[in-house]
């Protein structure tokens, strides 16, 4: 994403394609509110880059990182907007890690973009469990990508990593009994057969889970054979 650099101004960049400033000159004001007959929505725009006052107060609206093994890391909640400062690239982006992290005993904040680029890892920040389901293993590099370089699991418990046919499982969110019942289905199956909950004390034991509460489910999915697999926690 292109950026424009303007001391103490906004410099704002069309959602769509590029901002030709000779362009946007030719062009008719936009309007300021939209009709109620118009038949266009207003155009979007975004902040690319703001710059005021130096570098010790940069606000930087970069595209979000992508994590293979956590695709909807904003969704589940354990990514935030939010104007904080990251401890470790001293930027504003826009976006933090919901969760404090503690770096020598010490309580920091850090960015999507430190987490994925492998920084939080040089500092030994470990954002999820490294133990794996029944015994099964995945391979060290995936291991590392999931532990150092994902964001952490929203767990009421620990926030260990789930692997099916040797690979780290690609998770899919928190569950409660609705999700259990309805489109995860399979990943229930799979954790009543995994905490081997009897036959008659299955469908309590799914109607009990709750996604915002207590107890609670968190479903997987397998990279290879895309089974749903899940594991459980109270608090």
């Given at each position: 994403?292109?950026?424009?650099e303007?001391?103490?101004?906004?410099?704002?960049?069309?959602?769509?394609?590029?901002?030709?400033?000779?362009r946007?000159?030719?062009?008719?004001?936009?309007?300021?509110?939209?009709?109620?007959?118009s038949?266009?929505?207003?155009?979007?725009?975004?902040?690319?880059?703001?710059?005021?006052?130096?570098?010790?107060?940069?606000?930087?609206?970069?595209?979000?990182?992508?994590f293979?093994l956590f695709?909807?890391?904003?969704?589940e909640?354990?990514?935030?907007?939010?104007?904080v400062?990251?401890?470790?690239?001293?930027?504003?982006?826009?976006?933090?890690?919901?969760?404090?992290?503690?770096?020598?005993?010490?309580?920091?904040?850090?960015c999507?973009?430190?987490?994925?680029?492998?920084?939080?890892?040089?500092?030994?920040?470990q954002?999820?469990?490294?133990?794996?389901?029944?015994?099964?293993?995945?391979?060290?590099?995936?291991?590392?990508?999931?532990?150092?370089?994902?964001?952490?699991?929203?767990?009421?418990?620990?926030?260990?990593?789930?692997?099916?046919?040797?690979?780290?499982?690609?998770?899919?969110?928190?569950?409660?009994?609705?999700?259990?019942?309805?489109?995860?289905?399979?990943?229930?199956?799979?954790?009543?057969?995994?905490?081997a909950?009897?036959?008659?004390?299955?469908?309590?034991?799914?109607?009990?889970?709750?996604?915002?509460?207590?107890?609670?489910?968190?479903?997987?999915?397998?990279?290879?054979?895309?089974?749903?697999?899940?594991?459980?926690?109270?608090?």
């Open positions: 994403m292109g950026k424009f303007l001391p103490g101004c906004l410099a704002l960049q069309p959602a769509v394609g590029k901002f030709d400033a000779r946007a000159r030719r062009s008719p004001s936009l309007p300021t509110k939209q009709s109620s007959r038949k266009h929505a207003p155009l979007e725009w975004r902040i690319a880059h703001v710059s005021i006052g130096g570098t010790n107060n940069i606000l930087v609206m970069d595209p979000l990182p992508k293979p695709p909807n890391p904003v969704d909640g354990v990514i935030e907007k939010s104007k400062t990251c401890d470790f690239c001293n930027q504003s982006r826009g976006y933090m890690y919901s969760t404090n992290v503690y770096r020598d005993s010490t309580e920091s904040v850090i999507p973009w430190c987490i994925a680029d492998g920084t939080g890892e040089k500092h030994r920040i954002f999820n469990d490294s133990q794996v389901s029944a015994g099964e293993q995945y391979g060290t590099e995936e291991l590392g990508i999931a532990v150092w370089r994902t964001p952490g699991i929203s767990a009421l418990q620990a926030n260990y990593w789930l692997a099916c046919c040797g690979r780290a499982c690609i998770y899919r969110g928190a569950a409660g009994e609705s999700e259990l019942k309805g489109k995860w289905k399979e990943a229930a199956s799979f954790l009543v057969e995994d905490l909950v009897s036959a008659e004390e299955s469908d309590s034991f799914i109607s009990d889970m709750s996604r915002d509460g207590s107890p609670r489910a968190y479903v997987f999915q397998c990279q290879n054979c895309k089974k749903l697999l899940a594991f459980s926690d109270c608090d």
